[in-house]
């Protein structure tokens, strides 16, 4: 039991809130890369604009195609919105696993001695900012770039996906406020060397005192001797 205190000496409450949350915003930036970002009508049919794909539904012809197998405007503008989707999300989901080690080596208490360590409070506020802007960007370039080429039809509206990556910029907003609010705490081999420094200087202490009560002790002796000789 005292092995694992030991290991969660540096832990915070702000620090599990922060590892939940990120945990749960890689989770939402996942599914939304997966799920349909807009629905649009157009006649009777009802289209579903995924990153890659989109699907054709509610009339005479039901089918999943690729962007690339189309020849309507729209399909190229929204093929190259998919791909900035894709890429964006996709670092964005790796830098936040990145955040999660990182909170974790701060739970851990375990922090290199280094610039990094020494600082890593700005390092994984700097590392969760940079997962909110990357899905910021993906989630703007969909929309704007795929959503605004849809002229031709009768109605589009942002569907699952654009939900999701929202939900998942606003917690990774909420884990960069917890990256700097949670104290960052020094590495325990810093603070074992300063508990040290005290008990060196009281030993000191202690020896030069006893140094100092001998010499006291051999001058009275001396002093003594010499009056008895006169």
């Given at each position: ?144 770039g795929c959503e605004s ?20 910029m606003i917690l990774a ?52 001797d010499m009056h008895e000789?006169?």
């Amino acid at each position: 039991m005292q092995t694992i205190r030991q290991a969660f000496n540096g832990a915070n409450i702000l620090h599990y809130i922060g590892l939940g949350i990120m945990s749960c915003a890689v989770i939402l930036a996942a599914s939304s890369i997966g799920s349909a970002w807009i629905k649009a009508k157009k006649g009777d049919c009802t289209f579903y604009l995924y990153a890659r794909t989109f699907t054709v539904d509610d009339c005479s012809l039901s089918q999943v195609m690729q962007y690339y197998e189309c020849n309507d405007s729209y399909c190229s503008k929204c093929r190259t919105a998919g791909e900035v989707l894709l890429v964006m999300g996709v670092f964005g989901m790796i830098v936040g696993s990145i955040e999660i080690l990182l909170t974790l080596k701060r739970v851990f208490n375990d922090t290199p001695q280094d610039w990094a360590g020494k600082n890593m409070r700005k390092v994984t506020s700097f590392v969760c900012l940079l997962c909110s802007v990357l899905w910021l960007i993906s989630w703007i370039a969909f929309l704007g770039g795929c959503e605004s080429a849809l002229g031709d039809f009768d109605s589009s509206s942002p569907h699952t996906g654009f939900v999701l990556m929202f939900f998942a910029m606003i917690l990774a907003g909420v884990v960069f406020l917890c990256d700097v609010l949670a104290p960052n705490k020094r590495p325990p081999s810093a603070e074992s060397a300063s508990s040290e420094r005290p008990m060196g200087n009281l030993a000191e202490k202690e020896v030069t005192g006893n140094d100092e009560g001998v010499i006291e002790d051999g001058l009275d002796e001396k002093q003594d001797d010499m009056h008895e000789e006169i």
